[in-house]
């Protein structure tokens, strides 16, 4: 009877286990998902090592982000992302395999939308040739070559708040809808 009775205990503590399992999987992928700040390229929005929380929404539906959304994005734009990455890049997956997480998931602010014009020149920003009045920048770009970018249907345009400290679209290019991984919802 104690036998019996131990058994369904346990039966009881593996279903809450998987299901814990199962709706974490379902809410990592699908809903929200914490990321961390690695480096200095947004600030002073965002600090180094600051614990962020992004909406999936995006990701998901492959919905286009807003002008200044703070998004975060896969970096690995030369190669197509699949629903397994998702299921690979979970943290709880993450931490089971023992893997470490790359540095390939970037902080950055949405600065073109497919069909823009972007150009840097003279330490400045213009998108379709309106300069854009930056408020959350850390300071002003060093002036380097003028450099123009057309966005391509589907894709985003990113760049940090910590412009002359940031690997962003400027490096990478414009960056597919679908890896953008999210939204921050700080």
Avoid: C
């Avoid at 019996?4 to 814990?20: P, T």
């Avoid at 997480?101 to 400045?124: A, Q, S």
């Amino acid at each position: 009877m104690k036998r019996k009775r131990w058994w369904k205990e346990l039966g009881g503590w593996g279903f809450s286990i998987a299901l814990g399992f199962v709706l974490s999987m379902i809410i990592g992928i699908f809903i929200i998902q914490p990321y961390k700040v690695d480096g200095h390229s947004m600030e002073p929005t965002l600090n180094d090592n600051q614990r962020i929380y992004a909406w999936k929404f995006t990701h998901v539906l492959e919905k286009l982000p807003a002008y200044g959304d703070i998004v975060i994005i896969d970096s690995r734009v030369d190669r197509s992302r699949t629903f397994w990455d998702d299921v690979k890049e979970h943290p709880i997956i993450t931490w089971l395999s023992g893997g470490e997480e790359d540095d390939v998931f970037y902080v950055k602010r949405v600065i073109g939308l497919p069909g823009d014009t972007i150009e840097v020149k003279d330490g400045h920003v213009f998108r379709n040739g309106q300069q854009l009045q930056e408020s959350y920048i850390k300071e002003q770009m060093d002036a380097g070559a003028a450099q123009v970018w057309e966005v391509p249907e589907n894709h985003v345009f990113v760049m940090g708040d910590n412009r002359n400290n940031s690997n962003d679209s400027r490096s990478i290019g414009p960056v597919p809808l679908d890896h953008v991984m999210g939204i921050d919802s700080f």
